[in-house]
């Protein structure tokens, strides 16, 4: 759960552009998981499945044919932590295409962070990404451009639908997101609030990801910005709307974030719900991606998240389990009282080439 919600001006827009259980890792009952595992091929051009021919330079004749397989398996887990009640929701699906079938391979993980209830998260939960296929979501060739467009009017008709529900059932709950498209080969993250997503990306395309000292050579990127009342961009756009920020850095003495989905009484205070979107390539550097809300990373930084899953991975574990010890570390260990809720998305890419 957060206390946070956020907001963007048009010109930022613009700029937009497994293996067995071992005995120790039983199911912890205090922490509710789920898999999914899928393998599909594809190729840096429309993902299809089909062979991509690559020339090098004016030499025609030395065409290399490559096909390219790539595995994904995610996993979610959840704790309430010490709150009464859990008012995070989360998506993983695999194969997202739902009624919108087409030749580009679309997977979709989300993790919706709310406040004030839960009324908001499960809202999104169920809308946000059916609206972002209704606005057009490209399923035959990738479109960057027009994806992005999709998760914007996305978002703006989930927060639309939203504010019109909570104005008719009387209740004015909110939530952030943090948003996560892989279309084909090409990776969209989407956010509003302080929910974040973190890349563990190597230095070299060499999978083993070993530094000749030893440890790890993973960097942690962090693909998404955080909007906060208190920060300069965001707090003028809240004056702007009449909003104060006061001394503890929150809107109107009790909002953090200043960009959320929902909270209908902050709205005409600056409060907004475009998010920040980031896309990218995946290669053979990038070997997972971790999804968290504001508790998992209140307690871990990235680079300490990315060491922590990329050490468990290298022990052979199921990613089953590692999703329950990075939420289980981080209220158990480091004590975190918030919910948490963590989503790691572990990519396998295995390249055969041939003349």
Not at 40 to 68: F, M, P, Q, Y
Not at 97 to 104: A, C, E, R
Not at 311 to 336: H, M, N, Q, Y
Request: hydrophobic share 35%.
């Amino acid at each position: 759960m957060t206390d946070i919600a956020k907001s963007t001006s048009k010109e930022e827009i613009e700029k937009l552009e497994t293996k067995p259980k071992r005995e120790a890792d039983v199911e912890d009952p205090d922490v509710t998981t789920k898999k999914f595992k899928t393998e599909a091929a594809a190729d840096s051009g429309d993902c299809t499945g089909r062979k991509l021919e690559a020339g090098n330079g004016d030499e025609e004749d030395k065409i290399v044919k490559r096909e390219v397989e790539l595995e994904i398996e995610a996993d979610a887990a959840e704790d309430k932590g010490s709150r009464h009640t859990m008012e995070d929701a989360w998506v993983l699906l695999l194969d997202a295409s739902l009624d919108s079938p087409g030749k580009l391979r679309c997977s979709h993980f989300a993790i919706y962070d709310g406040h004030g209830g839960r009324l908001a998260a499960d809202y999104a939960q169920k809308h946000l990404h059916t609206n972002v296929l209704s606005a057009g979501l490209p399923r035959e060739l990738l479109d960057v451009k027009a994806t992005k467009k999709a998760i914007l009017d996305g978002f703006r008709k989930t927060d639309e639908s939203l504010l019109q529900e909570s104005s008719a059932g009387g209740w004015q709950d909110g939530a952030t997101a943090v948003c996560l498209w892989i279309l084909g080969q090409t990776v969209f993250v989407a956010n509003v609030g302080d929910a974040k997503a973190v890349v563990a990306r190597s230095l070299t395309a060499d999978k083993s990801s070993n530094n000749p000292n030893g440890g790890s050579s993973l960097r942690a990127i962090v693909l998404t910005r955080e909007h906060k009342a208190i920060f300069p961009q965001e707090r003028a756009r809240i004056q702007k709307a009449g909003g104060v920020v006061g001394s503890n850095g929150r809107l109107q003495g009790r909002l953090e974030v200043s960009r959320a989905l929902g909270d209908r009484q902050f709205k005409k205070l600056g409060v907004i719900a475009i998010p920040d979107i980031h896309s990218f390539e995946l290669t053979d550097r990038e070997h997972f991606i971790i999804l968290g809300c504001d508790g998992l990373w209140g307690v871990f930084g990235p680079s300490d998240a990315v060491d922590f899953v990329q050490k468990l991975l290298k022990d052979g574990l199921p990613i089953t389990s590692i999703s329950r010890r990075l939420v289980r570390e981080a209220i158990r260990e480091r004590r975190c009282k918030d919910n948490c809720t963590a989503i790691i998305i572990v990519f396998k890419p295995k390249l055969l080439s041939r003349k």
